[in-house]
């Protein structure tokens, strides 16, 4: 445990929650009552707070609207039956986080700020966690650069926040997916590999364009060849086949390390099933599913946990599922719920106790 910093707290003076059931939530709508915020000013963290949620005053100049040093993390929290509070590997979210960090040419957020914020703001905040099934407490750190002045260099502020959002659960529909060939989401020496804000800002319109043909996003591929398989939306993505798990490996760095991604590979493991991390194209996944050997499809991500893939299109060739038939993909869910639910023991040490 890291010493405990000083954190100046000021609480609400009336919860919101008196007006507010947390049952069956839309997703990132509701906020709990407090925030931390944190200022990065002359080469050091200061003003670290907790304080009621509420708007940010910022310059219309400030340097994170117009050159885009933003970056954030999603990762949740539960409750167990005795009402204590556990986060999902935050950790491996804090490490992911810097990386970023240094990517995008930002300072990096210690441990004392990130984790022990984190775990002083939840406590304070602890009974906004839904404890109904399937529902969790979506903890989203972030930070953006906050200078006032036009010039394009990295700033020399920066700001860091954390808010909580309760969230229902989150069932997601199979999804239909088209893989993509026209734009590119990641290219070697690019920031794929890190979660900063514009990653999701230039594939929304990829997105939108797959809607309009009767799809709900896209599978990602290479920037030089579009054969290459990089994510499924803004998730990892696995291919069952032949029973082997293979999901893209993390090597040219065009893909987010996901925390469930890790964390589905260590369960299939467990589980007795080969998983390859390599390079996998379309035409490998083609070639499969004609021959009767492509089993499962599905999308990795802390939202979602596991989102099966129902219809696959790649140009003229079209791939539709059966998914309720999928031995893997929600065996795998429900061994990964129950461990963030605490129903069964956490052998891995993932949930780290508020
Ligand atoms: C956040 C994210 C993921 C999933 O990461 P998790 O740690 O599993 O939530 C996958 N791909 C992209 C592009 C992401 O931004």
């Not at 670290?48 to 005053?57: A, D, F, G, M, S």
């Not at 539960?78 to 009402?83: E, L, V």
């Not at 070639?287 to 999308?299: N, S, T, Y």
């Not at 539709?320 to 999928?326: D, I, T």
């Amino acid at each position: 445990m890291v010493a405990a910093m000083d954190i100046q707290v000021t609480k609400i003076e009336r919860s919101k929650l008196n007006d507010l059931s947390l049952e069956n939530l839309p997703f990132g709508k509701y906020f709990t009552d407090h925030m931390l915020e944190a200022d990065y000013e002359a080469g050091k963290w200061t003003n670290v707070e907790i304080k009621p949620y509420q708007p940010l005053l910022l310059e219309p100049s400030l340097a994170a609207i117009h050159y885009g040093q933003a970056i954030f993390e999603g990762i949740k929290a539960y409750r167990d039956d005795a009402g204590c509070a556990f986060v999902f590997r935050p950790y491996d979210n804090l490490k992911r986080f810097n990386l970023s960090a240094r990517r995008m040419n930002m300072p990096e957020v210690p441990e004392e700020i990130f984790i022990e914020g984190m775990r002083r703001l939840i406590e304070l905040d602890k009974s906004w966690i839904p404890v109904q099934k399937d529902h969790s407490l979506y903890i989203r750190p972030f930070m953006f650069s906050n200078d006032g002045v036009l010039g394009v260099r990295p700033s020399e502020k920066y700001k860091f926040l954390i808010i909580l959002s309760p969230a229902g659960p989150y069932f997601p529909k199979p999804m239909k997916i088209l893989v993509e060939e026209k734009y590119t989401r990641a290219a070697p020496g690019g920031v794929g590999f890190a979660k900063n804000a514009g990653n999701y800002g230039g594939s929304m319109l990829a997105a939108t364009e797959a809607q309009q043909q009767g799809y709900d996003q896209v599978l990602w591929t290479d920037a030089f060849e579009h054969k290459w398989l990089q994510e499924v939306g803004m998730m990892n993505v696995f291919f069952i086949i032949d029973g082997v798990a293979i999901t893209p490996s993390l090597e040219e760095g065009t893909i987010l390390n996901g925390v469930t991604r890790n964390s589905v590979i260590t369960i299939l493991k467990e589980m007795g099933i080969k998983v390859e991390e390599r390079r996998i194209s379309i035409d490998e996944v083609i070639a499969a599913h004609k021959a009767g050997r492509l089993q499962e499809v599905f999308g990795t991500g802390t939202a979602a946990t596991i989102a099966m893939i129902q219809e696959l299109k790649y140009k003229d060739y079209v791939m539709k599922f059966n998914e309720s038939n999928w031995a893997l993909s929600g065996k795998v869910k429900k061994v990964m719920n129950d461990i963030r639910e605490g129903k069964t023991a956490d052998v891995h040490g993932w949930m780290l106790a508020v």
